[in-house]
């Protein structure tokens, strides 16, 4: 099957721009998931989503970062204005239920995003 | 909420040793303990995993062990090959229909040498 596909995979902005990461699940996969890694430390969950509805999003930091994902497939994650404690890698995974527990997250290869 | 953490930070043992990573969790309602493995500038992968009513499970030469009494448990690789070498994460959630966050450690960086 076809893994989570996420881009652009590298991005350099300098602090207060915008920027948006994009995020394709695999095929029927209907929770999807935002990450934060910064570097140095293990996946920070920002947001997961179930279908189209939010099901956690206690840790993002709302007044800069928003998500959506429509008709519950593709997401996307913006980030405006960026800071420079921002950058790290964005990591979207999907699993195919609600729950945990026979369905193991699926991760993309992440997007790398540096903040100047 | 949950908070996981892992040890060592980093690890090196030589080709053929076997390694132990251990981690604890603070919520004593988590059911499910994956871990992965992490290359340098590549995704997470999910090597093994365990939920709460077991207390070892292996595959090959990777075992992961759980003491859900002291909210601990630990990843074993033996015999182990300089391919092993990489950053492992442990993580846990409590999974129910009401969701729950899959919360990780900090890692472990695992170096093996030829």
């Known amino acids: 099957e076809a893994g989570v596909a996420q881009s652009p995979r590298y991005k350099i902005i300098e602090k207060r721009q915008s920027v948006a990461f994009w995020c394709n699940p695999i095929?029927?996969?209907?929770?999807l998931y935002w990450y934060q890694q910064i570097l140095g430390q293990g996946p920070k969950l920002l947001i997961q989503?179930?279908?189209?509805?939010?099901?956690?999003d206690s840790q993002l930091p709302k007044d800069r970062f928003s998500a959506e994902r429509l008709k519950g497939v593709d997401s996307t994650l913006k980030i405006q204005p960026a800071k420079l404690e921002d950058s790290a890698v964005y990591l979207c995974?999907?699993?195919?239920?609600?729950?945990?527990?026979?369905?193991?997250?699926?991760f993309g290869n992440g997007t790398r995003l540096t903040v100047t | 909420g949950e908070n996981v953490e892992q040890h060592p930070s980093t690890l090196s043992v030589q080709e053929g040793d076997s390694a132990v990573i251990k981690c604890t969790y603070s919520?004593?309602?988590?059911?499910?303990f994956p871990w992965y493995k992490q290359e340098l500038g590549k995704r997470p992968q999910l090597i093994i995993d365990i939920r709460s009513n077991v207390g070892e499970k292996k595959d090959q030469r990777i075992a992961v062990t759980l003491n859900k009494t002291a909210k601990h448990f630990s990843l074993h690789i033996t015999e182990t090959q300089p391919e092993d070498s990489a950053v492992y994460f442990c993580?846990?959630?409590?999974?129910?229909?009401?969701?729950?966050?899959?919360?990780f450690g900090q890692g472990t960086e695992l170096s093996v040498k030829p």
């Open positions: 995974a999907s699993s195919q239920r609600h729950t945990y527990y026979n369905s193991p997250l699926h």
């Open positions: 919520d004593s309602a988590s059911n499910y």
């Open positions: 993580a846990a959630s409590h999974a129910d229909n009401q969701g729950g966050k899959l919360i």
């Open positions: 095929s029927g996969h209907a929770t």
């Open positions: 989503f179930q279908n189209n509805g939010v099901v956690d």
